[in-house]
């Protein structure tokens, strides 16, 4: 297979210190066609990532120096936006939240069957390929003074840009897109991460503070996200 032909794949960086587990998953992933780059460490992970730019990156959560906490929380810092989802076998909300709030799009809980992560790999995949629903011609969105280009996949107020992760940037334009309407947990869950399984609505929650904190931080936004109590979340411009 040429360099380019490879290129050309989208590129899943599969960080995983066990080399049976690291196997299975790599072949997975090879199997439904993407590219795999593997890193048996934490620290090395982080560089790997940095060079690779992987489009999706599977992170076990126990690693031989620094955990998968540590590593997720520095790929968002430095910029990378692909969905990140953890493989843990810790399965309490307690640890699962942990992973979400420092930036993690999902989870999977070991032991895992290999058809449930092809099926998760391939609706991130495609979430983050597709411009999101309600997106004008111009892939243009707007609320309050919030700008979200969806092709270019860049969030602006006035001339600064908002950072955000992949599943930020989708949750913002589905709610972008339904300016005033509720949309439920159940809702956000399909339509940004792709599938209703059987993960906890609330896993939603972390992601929407997330993207919350950086609205909020830029003053001139001019929205309000707001959660309403029993239904979900709402996006609005300010009066």
């Known amino acids: 297979m040429s360099a380019q032909t490879t290129r050309r794949r989208k590129t899943v960086l599969v960080i995983e210190d066990d080399a049976g587990i690291r196997e299975i998953v790599g072949?997975?992933?090879?199997?439904d066609g993407y590219h795999v780059v593997?890193?048996?460490s934490g620290r090395?992970?982080?560089?790997?990532?940095?060079?690779?730019?992987?489009?999706l990156v599977l992170l076990d959560w126990v690693l031989p120096d620094i955990s998968g906490i540590e590593v997720c929380r520095e790929l968002r810092r430095l910029g990378i936006s692909c969905p990140i989802?953890?493989?843990?076998?810790?399965?309490?909300?307690?640890?699962?939240?942990?992973?979400?709030?420092?930036g993690a799009d999902d989870?999977?809980?070991k032991p895992f069957d290999a058809r449930e992560l092809s099926a998760r790999l391939g609706a991130h995949m495609r979430r983050a390929a597709m411009a999101p629903a309600g997106a004008s011609k111009e892939g243009l969105l707007g609320v309050g003074n919030v700008e979200i280009d969806t092709e270019g996949?860049?969030?602006?107020?006035?001339?600064?840009?908002?950072k955000l992760t992949m599943t930020e940037f989708n949750l913002l334009a589905l709610l972008a897109a339904n300016p005033g309407r509720v949309l439920t947990r159940?809702?956000?869950?399909?339509?940004?991460?792709?599938?209703?399984?059987?993960?906890d609505y609330h896993s939603v929650d972390p992601h929407v503070q997330r993207l919350r904190k950086k609205l909020d931080s830029n003053r001139d936004a001019?929205?309000?996200l707001e959660a309403v109590p029993g239904l979900g979340y709402r996006l609005t411009a300010k009066g």
């Open 44 to 55: 090395q992970a982080v560089q790997v990532a940095a060079s690779s730019e992987p489009d």
């Open 153 to 162: 996949r860049r969030v602006r107020v006035g001339e600064r840009e908002i």
């Open 222 to 224: 001019g929205v309000a």
């Open 85 to 102: 989802i953890m493989l843990t076998g810790r399965s309490s909300k307690v640890d699962v939240v942990v992973g979400l709030e420092v």
């Open 186 to 199: 159940a809702q956000l869950l399909e339509k940004v991460w792709g599938y209703l399984a059987d993960v």
């Open 107 to 109: 989870y999977i809980t």
């Open 38 to 40: 593997e890193s048996a």
């Open 27 to 31: 072949d997975v992933c090879r199997r």
